[in-house]
Structures are given as structure tokens and as C-alpha cells.
């Protein structure tokens, strides 16, 4: 017997759409080396890697974005395509730990509100308002101040640097 009672939707409308990559935002920007949000610090044939700009409490917080064709979800990926990836997402969080030396650092693949793969690398320190929680940023209504952008801008190299150092061993 089938089920017949209906679920009140709460995705948007629109949002298999989005998971098909209809005007997906990630998608149109192309590959800036800065945006208004973050400076690439790390760029391969399927990924690039930005550091936020945004003081959200978590310093060194950066965005790993899949650059090949658009994808939702990690499982749309072939297994190589899968492993490149996630070796770009874990060159990022090794340089990470080096520069910041976080306490823990969360790896968290979201996309609810932008379907398009990416992982979003959260370093957390001794000192967080949230320990052992998910981070309180994480709201999209947040609105977050800018970080000094010449901390940003220092970070961003010394991060490239360790990235180069990786890929050299």
C-alpha cells in the first residue's frame, strides 16, 4: 500500500534547479584570484581554495570550491575525481594547521543554501565560543565585519607559501 499523504515542501521552489546548477553562483564567478569574500590561496586543475575575509571569530576559516563541471554533491563525483578533491581539501587544511595550529578543525560540506560543491575548512581554537558545538556563524543572516585586510592579505601568502612547500616534498 502506498503512502498517499502529502509533505508541506520547505525547500525552495526553485531548488532542483539549483541543484542542477541553474544560475549557480559558484559556477558564473569563474576563478577570481579575490572576490568580495575571500583571496584564493590555493588553485588546482579541480579546485580553488579562498580565505575569508569576514572576522567570524574563526581565523583562517577558507572555502575549498570544486571547479570542474557543476556538481551538488560529493557523490556525484567519479572515485578519481573524488580523491583529487579531496586531496585539495586536505592540502588546505594541513597549511591550515600549520599556520594557525587550531585546536581542532571542522571540514563541513554543507550547500544548503548554495548547491554546488564545497568544503568549507573551520579551524577552531582554545579559546571558541563554541566548543564541541557547530560554529555559530554558520547563519546565513549573519552579518560578519571585515577582518584587517592586510592580516588577510599576509595570511593568504603564508598559506600559499606552505601549499607550494607541500607540493614540492
Not at 16 to 31: E, T
Amino acid at each position: 500500500m502506498t503512502d498517499t499523504r502529502r509533505v508541506p515542501r520547505t525547500w525552495p521552489d526553485d531548488w532542483d534547479q539549483r541543484v542542477g546548477g541553474d544560475g549557480c553562483a559558484m559556477c558564473a564567478q569563474g576563478r577570481p584570484d579575490e572576490d568580495e569574500l575571500g583571496i584564493r590561496v590555493y588553485r588546482s586543475d579541480t579546485a580553488d581554495a579562498y580565505l575569508q575575509k569576514a572576522d567570524v571569530g574563526q581565523r583562517g576559516y577558507c572555502i575549498v570550491i570544486w571547479r570542474g563541471r557543476h556538481v551538488a554533491e560529493p557523490t556525484q563525483l567519479s572515485d578519481t575525481e573524488a580523491g583529487v578533491y579531496w586531496d585539495d581539501v586536505l592540502r588546505v587544511a594541513r597549511a591550515i594547521e600549520v599556520h594557525y595550529a587550531p585546536a581542532k578543525l571542522n571540514l563541513m560540506m554543507l550547500g544548503n543554501s548554495l548547491p554546488h560543491l564545497h568544503t568549507h575548512v573551520v579551524p577552531r581554537y582554545v579559546d571558541d565560543r563554541d566548543p564541541g558545538r557547530p560554529p555559530r556563524f554558520m547563519d546565513p543572516g549573519a552579518k560578519t565585519p571585515a577582518l584587517p585586510i592586510e592580516e588577510v592579505r599576509r595570511d593568504a601568502a603564508k598559506l600559499r607559501e606552505l601549499m607550494e612547500g607541500q607540493i614540492a616534498e
